[in-house]
């Protein structure tokens, strides 16, 4: 593979190193001598939270590409996901309402797992795409890691929403192999090759179906657990502080800036100019939080609209009702019963 002088910078969560773990297990590989190798100590993928230099895990994912030398192997490792390595982002992933709730949860936090690269969701006119996007500046990484990432999305989204899961297109980094059947096989949609980004295409439909591993409570105290870590990762990070808050303080009414900025030892200007820098708003963080708590909420019949709204922080139903039809173009009623006949028209 051709070399760079690019540096690469962040850290990477080192038990989402355990599939390509498992899957140098399964072709008879010693896992061990390799990740050694690297410099990764293999005992670090038993201790929770711990990280490594994204660095170091370039360097791994490159002598693991020299020692398979199998353009298929980003599929076994694919095969090997199960959610349980990617700390509580898995277990968000698993409990999500729908299939666009648990993408765009890995967007948000995907740093939990990595700052190498990051997902973007983009919505067109058929559905999604959610794309990896790598950091500007870093170096390439191994061919196969990208179809990893590709493929293992996929294997995250049959986990919730059953084997029948097939994306309507995906994207490739690498040229076509002589052997495209695993990666046909394992996709089961129309293949580009020799694309800039790995990335997937998929259904509105398909993202709007509401998932039978569904919990929102589940969902909601892991989306806690992440922006606690993310907060002792960096404590930079304002808009996983801000987040937290307002998950804090929801049930008690809308927080304002002013009440976020006092609790973060900040004033409401400097909390305005460091969102802005991140790219948002108070109050679209605010709307934003409540859109995504609303969804999960509304899963639950023992809670009332009315009872949501308050939850949510609204003073009044109506105000409620209008927000949620802003969000979806649906009233919370209807999109209740849409749930409960899983997907019908309401």
Not at 225 to 234: G, S, V
């Amino acid at each position: 593979m051709e070399t760079s002088n690019r540096t690469a910078t962040g850290t990477a969560l080192v038990s989402g190193a355990i599939s390509a773990w498992r899957a140098l297990e399964a072709r008879g590989i010693d896992p061990a001598r390799i990740f050694s190798a690297a410099g990764v100590d293999p005992a670090l993928l038993k201790v929770p939270g711990q990280r490594a230099p994204v660095g170091t895990a370039l360097r791994l994912w490159r002598i693991v590409e020299d020692v398979v030398q199998d353009p298929g192997f980003g599929i076994d490792v694919a095969r090997q996901v199960h959610g349980t390595g990617m700390h509580a982002l898995g277990y968000a992933w698993l409990s999500s309402g729908t299939l666009e709730e648990a993408f765009r949860r890995f967007a948000r936090y995907s740093r939990v797992l990595t700052e190498l690269w990051s997902l973007r969701i983009d919505a067109g006119a058929v559905g999604a795409r959610a794309s990896f996007v790598f950091g500007a500046g870093m170096p390439p990484a191994a061919l196969w890691l990208y179809d990893a990432l590709a493929a293992g999305l996929v294997r995250l989204s049959r986990l919730s929403y059953g084997e029948d899961f097939t994306p309507l297109e995906v994207t490739l980094v690498r040229s076509a192999p002589e052997r495209v059947e695993p990666f046909r096989e394992w996709f089961g949609c129309p293949i580009v090759w020799g694309a800039e980004r790995a990335s997937l295409l998929c259904r509105a439909g398909d993202l709007a179906r509401a998932l039978p591993t569904s919990n929102p409570d589940v969902a909601l105290a892991n989306e806690r657990i992440m922006l606690e870590y993310l907060e002792r990762l960096d404590r930079a990070d304002i808009v996983a502080r801000v987040r937290r808050r307002i998950l804090e303080l929801l049930p008690s009414g809308a927080p304002t800036q002013l009440e976020i900025a006092r609790g973060l030892a900040r004033s409401p200007r400097t909390l305005h100019r460091r969102l802005a820098e991140a790219g948002t708003s108070f109050a679209e963080l605010l709307d934003d939080t409540r859109r995504e708590l609303a969804a999960g909420y509304l899963q639950r019949t023992d809670y009332s609209v009315a009872e949501v709204a308050y939850l949510l922080g609204f003073a009044e139903v109506s105000s409620f009702n209008r927000a949620f039809r802003r969000w979806t173009g649906r009233s919370p009623s209807a999109a209740r019963r849409r749930e409960l006949t899983g997907g019908a028209p309401a």
